[in-house]
Structure formats: structure tokens, C-alpha cells
């Protein structure tokens, strides 16, 4: 589906946007207030004189506001969903107002540990707070009051974006006519959160991180955030994608049976792993993972998951992929099940796929048509 | 199925041997040379007159030769696989003669990279040779032409184990009856190599490894092998076997919201991964794992897998659990249907768990009996 014959948003820009300032404040989950608050977004399209045509993107773990589109004339890859959103694309801009904000905790242009703390004229490090995807859904709920948005069409996302759809639903059900989360869940697995312990122990052990401080150091925890970055990319795959793509392929000059010799997965994860640093902050990689390991819908509800569903008002539609080996199409049919015995109005579709937790970034012709029919349903545009 | 009501092979000690001594010498499959090498192995049960009674246990990345019993009457735990090893258990001593051998490379006694280098008086750390499974089997059959013993019974090991049980079969078709590899490949896939690449990156990044040579500078990169420990013990387990053990249960001093608070499956990590390093050397982890990346039964044939399995002579009995998810099922079957193709003597035994790649360590009660049957319809003894 990349190339796409249309020619997409074109060139975007990032907008910067400070809320939550004193005498206001953000109350965080965990009890901790935050603010002022800087908020990064982008958007595309054009928001009806109703303000009836908002489309809300949430990124994933590694993402950011920079969804679709070039952020200038040079950049060499469009935005990270890019293939869903533009004129005729599944979120059509011709019709919708569609907009990203990067998360609280995330390192481009929204508030996180790399932000400076107003308190010590220093960056946060590790002394920012705890931020949860509650957090983020209600950081991104006052964006929305400070644009004057009170409804939104639809929310949607893959991943830690799909935990922020589904947060929306059960948080602000008043506010939201419908939520697409894609390959994801109500409550992270312990699955989940060991790799995600793993990752931040890796960039951890880093003897650059410093135990956060390395801002002012001048050497950065590389070696530990591109190992983090290598453990979250092999889960991102599935064996048969694998397969295909690396098979035991394997090159090195001084013949195979050599620690100098690197299989072609191998290249591939470093490649990658040693890619991200240049783009991402470590200790936001750990606020994050700690995000995603603390999310449970349930968690404030006596009465659980059945509880926390309950307040859901708003159409869902589900997707998952088959070979998703990370955040399984089972904890989905789990979540369908529940919603419809509590007579809400949901759907899920699986999709057959190889390509594991990041067909939602790469099969876009699997389930990009099943996105933009289920939004034109809602009407009222 | 433990503690078991007999009493198993009680108090046992480990044998060493030197073996590949100059003028003689080991040739590696990488073309290089070793020599002289010292082997562990632990034997329980009476070697007939005929020689015709020994079964070979091979041990995965992080055994040794230590397999049942105890190495004193203070030890807490016995050998790693106890349960199936004892007078009147699946392999039984009142009628086999068992055999344990650590592998090459290993450091639990056999020649590895912690091994004095007898040309510079010091450890070989890096300077060791890349060893491969088929090394590793090829050493055993040295073993057992030191000790007189022409004919296997039968082979059998899980996961590593299993490997050298095929390669056994491929490489001495001769010498070998039968074999039984439980959660194996013929070949290591991808996935696998891409997470021992991980554990070796986490080892790496450890700045006590020094390039390997931490023998003797009093740190060993604890934290890196820790890690790297981390990584193995969760890809060993299954997303139902860890939501049943683990849930989402945490515990922390400050509160949930904080680094400090630990989910069970953490701390669980962390026990175990912290644990490791004072029983296993950071080097030999290294090696090992490479030892897995090159497994493939088919490198050396030209008509690839077929023309390996075709040599095989003995009885085959495999083995897979079904929430195996780090050496799936399909590879199993994908073998067995070559081989029975071939008209080869196998069988594939799959048997429903939850408990992951580490189920052929756990439920015993599931498989014990099916190996023991086999192994007395052999006849023979």
C-alpha cells in the first residue's frame, strides 16, 4: 500500500501548546501534581464548524505526534501511520480532523523526564512522577477543553495507543462516539511487563544512565536503550515473519563459527537498536514501559474489569492479528465477550497476519478499508 | 510428581576425565583444534557386561552433568532432572546405565572459554574457540570410545539436549538405537537467535566483561549475565503459566506509582536472574548460545535437511508441549513428516501444557511414562 498513489497531508508541522499552568494543575493517578505542562501535536485536516469531526491518533511505546505527512521538504520517511490518514485515505482528511499528541512522559515535545523542571531550572530525570495511560488520556482530554473540543468521532491506536482508546472509553464516556483500538489490551500481562522490566534493567545497567542523570554528561546510555530497543523490536515480530525475512542467512569475514560473524537478524536488531537513541530519551523509554506496565482498566474498580467496562458508552470496534504473540488476540476476545454481555456495542475483527504486534504498522490493506467504513457509519458528518 | 516416594539415586559425584591428549587432539567443526580437554560427567546405575545399557542424557544452555541425586547430603535441590532419573523412575537405574556429561564449552567441570589455556597458563576467555553442538557430541563420542562403550542405547535431552540427541542420530548412525529430543528444532530458528543475541549484547554491554577477560580482575559482569538470565527464564515460561503464577500482583514501600514498586513477575526476574551468575560463567553463556545460533542439522549437506535426516538409523520418539513458544511444535512435526517421508522409525509425541519451553523440566507426570515405555521396547537390556 506504500507508495500511495494520492499524495498524503504533504508537508505538516508539529504544534506546541502549554496548559495546565499556574494556578492550574494536573493531578496525576498516582496522587502527584504536574504542570505547567507542554503539549506537542499535529494535525490534519479541517475541524468542522460543529467540532464534530475529531479523529484522535494515540501513539505507541516508540511513536510520537509526528503521525502523518513530512515535517519538511527533506525528511526522508513520512509520519509513522502515514498510510491511514490523508485525502481518501481510511482517515479521510477531506472529512475529518484528525489529530496526535505526544504522550505525557514522551520525549517530542511533550512534557517527560527530559523536560526541564520549572522547580530546579534542571531536567526532570528521574524525578519526574510516575505518569500512567490514564494520565495521558486526561492530559490529552484538557488539550481538548483549552481547543474548545468537547466530543470526539472516534479515538484510535495500535498498541499503548489502543490501552489510550479504550482509557478514553471507560474515562470519558460523555466524550468520545466511538474507539478502534488495535492490537492491544485491557490489563498488561505479566508477559508484558518481565520484557519491559527487561528493558529498562538494560538501560539500567548502562553505566552512562547515571541513574538518570546524564543530561548534562555528555554521554548518553546508548548501548543500553538500543539493547531495550532490540528486546521490544523481536517482539514486535512473529517467527513466520522471521523466517521469511532473515531465515539462518549469515555473513562474516572470518567464516561462520565466529563471534565476528552476525546473523542476519542479528544486523537487523542492531541496525535498529543502535538506530532509536538518536531519536528517543532513555529515561523516557522508562517512564513509558512503566506506563504500559501499570495500565488495568480496572484497577480503581471494585467490581473489576466487568465494572470498568460497564461505563463504556461509546461503538468499539477491535482489531487483532493473528501471529500477535505479545499482546494476544485472546485478551481481546476476553474484553468482546465481557462487552456483550454488558450489551455494549462492539466488534472485533481478526486479521489473519505473519507480521506479529506490528501488522498494525505494516498490513494497512488488511484493515485500513474496515477502519474508514466503520467511521463513515457513525454519521453526523 | 516431586519429591518423589523412592528415593532416587541419592548421594552421587561428578568423574572427570582428560581426554585429547597430545599427540591426539579434537578437531572442531569450525576447522580448528583442541586438545588436551577435560570432561565432567556423572553416571548413575551399572554398566552390563555387554556394554548395551547406556542412555545418554544431554543437557540444555544452562545444565551440567549433575542430572539426579545429590552431589552431597547438604544439598538442597538434586540434579536438574531428577524426577526422571532413579530406580524404577523413566530412566531406570536397576536396568540403564545413565550418563551425564557436561558440554563443551561448558564451565561446569568440561573444557570451556574459563578454562586455563595450556599454551599461556591463563583462561581462554575470547581466545576460546567457537564450539558447536555437533562439537559437542562429537566430544561425547570420544568419551565413550575412552570408556569402552561402542552403542547408545538411546539419547535423550530437551531443548539444547535435544539437539545434540539429533545430531547424535545424524552423526553416528552407528552408534545409536535410539533417541528422544523433547522442545527442539533441526535447525535454530530466527526468533531464537535473535533473543540469544540479546543475551549476549546484555553480557557485552556489562563494562565488568572487559572483552571476556574478567578472570582475574575480581568483578565478573554480574549485572550483564543477571540479564541476559532474565531474558532466557521469560522466554522459557508461557503467557498462561505467568498470569496464573503471577498475575498482576505487585508490592512496593511508596505505592504502586513508583520504580521502586516491583510486580511479581519482577521480583521473580530478578531472583532468578541474580542467582545465576554465582553458578554460571558469563563466557561460557556466550559460547553456548552461539553453540545454539549454528545448530543446523543441514549445514554441512548440500541436499540440505532431507539428505541429513536421511542418515538417521535409530528409533526416533519426539517430543513438544503445546505453549511452547521459543522452539515451536510445527518445527517437530515439520521434522517428523521428512523423516517418516524418508521411511525413518519416528514418532511425535505432542503433549498439551501450559508450562513453555520449560515444560519438559516440569511435568514429568505427562511425558515420564512415555519415555520409559520406549525406551523398554527397545529390548536388548
Given at each position: 500500500m506504500r507508495p500511495m498513489a494520492d499524495k498524503g497531508v504533504g508537508v505538516t508541522s508539529p504544534e506546541h501548546i502549554r496548559i495546565c499552568e499556574p494556578p492550574d494543575e494536573f493531578n496525576l493517578q498516582s496522587g502527584r501534581i504536574l504542570g505547567p505542562i507542554d503539549v506537542a501535536y499535529e494535525s490534519y485536516g479541517t475541524l468542522s464548524a460543529q467540532k464534530d469531526n475529531v479523529i484522535l491518533v494515540c501513539h505507541a511505546l516508540s511513536g510520537d505526534a509526528h503521525v502523518a505527512g513530512f515535517n519538511s521538504d527533506g525528511e526522508s520517511k513520512p509520519g509513522w501511520w502515514d498510510p491511514m490518514i490523508g485525502p481518501g485515505r481510511a482517515l479521510d482528511t477531506d472529512k475529518y480532523y484528525v489529530i496526535c499528541t505526544n504522550v505525557l512522559g514522551g520525549c517530542k515535545g511533550t512534557t517527560g523526564p527530559a523536560s526541564i523542571n520549572p522547580r530546579t531550572?534542571?531536567?526532570?530525570?528521574?524525578?519526574f512522577p510516575v505518569v500512567t495511560v490514564r494520565d495521558m488520556v486526561d492530559l490529552q482530554a484538557r488539550l481538548f477543553d483549552a481547543l474548545g473540543i468537547t466530543e470526539l468521532l472516534c479515538v484510535i491506536g495500535g498498541s499503548m495507543g489502543g490501552m489510550q482508546a479504550l482509557q478514553w472509553a471507560v474515562s470519558y464516556p460523555d466524550r468520545v462516539r466511538s474507539i478502534i483500538p488495535l492490537s492491544t489490551t485491557g490489563a498488561t500481562s505479566p508477559l508484558n511487563i518481565g520484557f519491559n522490566k527487561i528493558c529498562r534493567r538494560s538501560i539500567m545497567n548502562d553505566p552512562n544512565w547515571r541513574d538518570g542523570n546524564y543530561y548534562e554528561s555528555g554521554e548518553e546510555p546508548v548501548d543500553g536503550l538500543a539493547l531495550a530497543r532490540m528486546i521490544g523490536h523481536l517482539t514486535f515480530m512473529s517467527d513466520k515473519s522471521m523466517r521469511r525475512k532473515f531465515g539462518r542467512r549469515i555473513s562474516g569475514r572470518e567464516g561462520i563459527y565466529a563471534f565476528t560473524a552476525q546473523y542476519d537478524v542479528e544486523r537487523y536488531l542492531h541496525y535498529n537498536g543502535y538506530n532509536f537513541p538518536r531519536r528517543f530519551d532513555a529515561n523516557s523509554y522508562l517512564y513509558l514501559t512503566k506506563a504500559l506496565d501499570t495500565f488495568d482498566l480496572a484497577v480503581d474498580f471494585p467490581g473489576g474489569m466487568e465494572e470498568a467496562l460497564s461505563l463504556i458508552e461509546c461503538r468499539v470496534r477491535f482489531f487483532t492479528f493473528t501471529s500477535d504473540w505479545l499482546y494476544f488476540p485472546e485478551d481481546t476476545e476476553e474484553l468482546t465477550a465481557t462487552m456483550k454481555k454488558l450489551g455494549k456495542n462492539v466488534e472485533h475483527i481478526s486479521v489473519e497476519s505473519d507480521?506479529?504486534?506490528?501488522a498494525f504498522l505494516i498490513e494497512?490493506?488488511?484493515?485500513a478499508h474496515k477502519v474508514s467504513e466503520f467511521i463513515g457509519s457513525l454519521g453526523g458528518c
Amino acid at each position: 500500500m506504500r507508495p500511495m498513489a494520492d499524495k498524503g497531508v504533504g508537508v505538516t508541522s508539529p504544534e506546541h501548546i502549554r496548559i495546565c499552568e499556574p494556578p492550574d494543575e494536573f493531578n496525576l493517578q498516582s496522587g502527584r501534581i504536574l504542570g505547567p505542562i507542554d503539549v506537542a501535536y499535529e494535525s490534519y485536516g479541517t475541524l468542522s464548524a460543529q467540532k464534530d469531526n475529531v479523529i484522535l491518533v494515540c501513539h505507541a511505546l516508540s511513536g510520537d505526534a509526528h503521525v502523518a505527512g513530512f515535517n519538511s521538504d527533506g525528511e526522508s520517511k513520512p509520519g509513522w501511520w502515514d498510510p491511514m490518514i490523508g485525502p481518501g485515505r481510511a482517515l479521510d482528511t477531506d472529512k475529518y480532523y484528525v489529530i496526535c499528541t505526544n504522550v505525557l512522559g514522551g520525549c517530542k515535545g511533550t512534557t517527560g523526564p527530559a523536560s526541564i523542571n520549572p522547580r530546579t531550572g534542571k531536567p526532570f530525570a528521574m524525578r519526574f512522577p510516575v505518569v500512567t495511560v490514564r494520565d495521558m488520556v486526561d492530559l490529552q482530554a484538557r488539550l481538548f477543553d483549552a481547543l474548545g473540543i468537547t466530543e470526539l468521532l472516534c479515538v484510535i491506536g495500535g498498541s499503548m495507543g489502543g490501552m489510550q482508546a479504550l482509557q478514553w472509553a471507560v474515562s470519558y464516556p460523555d466524550r468520545v462516539r466511538s474507539i478502534i483500538p488495535l492490537s492491544t489490551t485491557g490489563a498488561t500481562s505479566p508477559l508484558n511487563i518481565g520484557f519491559n522490566k527487561i528493558c529498562r534493567r538494560s538501560i539500567m545497567n548502562d553505566p552512562n544512565w547515571r541513574d538518570g542523570n546524564y543530561y548534562e554528561s555528555g554521554e548518553e546510555p546508548v548501548d543500553g536503550l538500543a539493547l531495550a530497543r532490540m528486546i521490544g523490536h523481536l517482539t514486535f515480530m512473529s517467527d513466520k515473519s522471521m523466517r521469511r525475512k532473515f531465515g539462518r542467512r549469515i555473513s562474516g569475514r572470518e567464516g561462520i563459527y565466529a563471534f565476528t560473524a552476525q546473523y542476519d537478524v542479528e544486523r537487523y536488531l542492531h541496525y535498529n537498536g543502535y538506530n532509536f537513541p538518536r531519536r528517543f530519551d532513555a529515561n523516557s523509554y522508562l517512564y513509558l514501559t512503566k506506563a504500559l506496565d501499570t495500565f488495568d482498566l480496572a484497577v480503581d474498580f471494585p467490581g473489576g474489569m466487568e465494572e470498568a467496562l460497564s461505563l463504556i458508552e461509546c461503538r468499539v470496534r477491535f482489531f487483532t492479528f493473528t501471529s500477535d504473540w505479545l499482546y494476544f488476540p485472546e485478551d481481546t476476545e476476553e474484553l468482546t465477550a465481557t462487552m456483550k454481555k454488558l450489551g455494549k456495542n462492539v466488534e472485533h475483527i481478526s486479521v489473519e497476519s505473519d507480521y506479529g504486534h506490528d501488522a498494525f504498522l505494516i498490513e494497512y490493506e488488511k484493515f485500513a478499508h474496515k477502519v474508514s467504513e466503520f467511521i463513515g457509519s457513525l454519521g453526523g458528518c
